[in-house]
């Protein structure tokens, strides 16, 4: 599964190999390019994940960024599953840099990590 190592690699960039957040910390992923994985499938990898590194009871929300078409301009929520823009039947093209980043919240607003 290459979304395990999509979220390792993001939580590495946030927390350090071995770190992580502070206990009670809600962690967010944001899910920037949503052709390389599923929503959910973050969400539970990233859990588990944190659950080995020691944290009980990790609080995990994945947003997912929307995208606009280079084609046609339209704004939609490509997934691996359906990759082409749903008005104009072109394919998105896949985001240069991460696919998750990682926001650690201390209040109510996350702020990047």
């Given amino acids: 599964m290459h979304e395990t190592g999509l979220v390792v690699r993001a939580l590495d960039d946030a927390f350090g190999s071995d770190g992580m957040p502070p206990p009670g910390s809600p962690v ?27 944290l009980p009871h990790p609080q995990v929300r994945v947003v997912v960024e929307s995208r606009r078409c280079a084609a046609c301009g339209a704004t939609g929520m490509p997934s691996p599953t359906t990759p082409t823009c749903s008005t104009c039947g072109l394919p998105y093209r896949q985001l240069d840099g ?8 201390t209040s109510d607003r996350p702020s990047c990590v």
């Fill in 28 to 54: 967010e992923l944001v899910l920037r390019d949503p052709l390389r994985a599923e929503s959910s499938t973050i969400a539970f990898l990233a859990g588990l994940l944190l659950r080995e590194r020691g």
């Fill in 98 to 105: 991460p696919a998750i980043v990682v926001a650690v919240s």
